[in-house]
């Protein structure tokens, strides 16, 4: 299960494309009001058949996944990279030679499941380290080379 979450957020973040509003079904929209009250999405994306809605939640840049029925998938919200699990920016440093850790976020699923991800960079070139919720690597995404939003 651990293994195809990753997968799955792997490949999901490697087909994102921005949507207008007017393309998300009216399912996912009522579905992120409904769990999100009150809360203006900034930005929708597509990840294959999934929709992700990036928003501000109490001033923490936050972002959640809807299927197309508007069943939610996961939450990641960016934290502190102080709030990475113990041992995680020591592995990314031993690891990852040459890349600074830039960000970090923690991602909940739907059944409450937590992982976290670390974000590496080197200039354009960054990809993201999956660790499970001890701290444990997990899997590396694609290196990515492009500007970040």
């Known amino acids: 299960m651990l293994m195809m ?3 799955v957020l792997i490949v999901s973040c490697a087909n994102a494309q921005k949507v207008t509003e007017a393309q998300v079904p009216a399912k996912v929209k009522e ?3 409904n769990k999100y009250p009150g ?3 900034e930005k929708w994306e597509k990840e294959n058949a999934d929709y ?3 928003f501000d939640l109490k001033d923490v840049e936050t972002s959640a996944v809807f299927d197309a029925d508007g069943v939610f998938k996961e939450m990641e919200q960016e934290i ?3 709030g990475l699990p113990k041992g995680v920016a020591e592995y990314c440093k031993a690891s990852f030679t040459g890349y600074k850790l830039s960000e970090a976020a923690v991602i909940t699923d739907a059944a409450g499941k937590v992982m ?3 974000e590496m960079s080197k200039g354009k070139d960054h990809f993201d380290a999956l660790f499970d919720d001890k701290g444990n690597f997990v899997k590396k995404s694609e290196l990515k080379n492009e500007d970040k939003d």
């Open 52 to 54: 992700e809605a990036e």
């Open 116 to 118: 976290y991800e670390a």
């Open 80 to 82: 502190k990279l102080s």
């Open 31 to 33: 579905a992120f009001a």
């Open 5 to 7: 979450l990753s997968a």
């Open 39 to 41: 809360t203006k999405v």
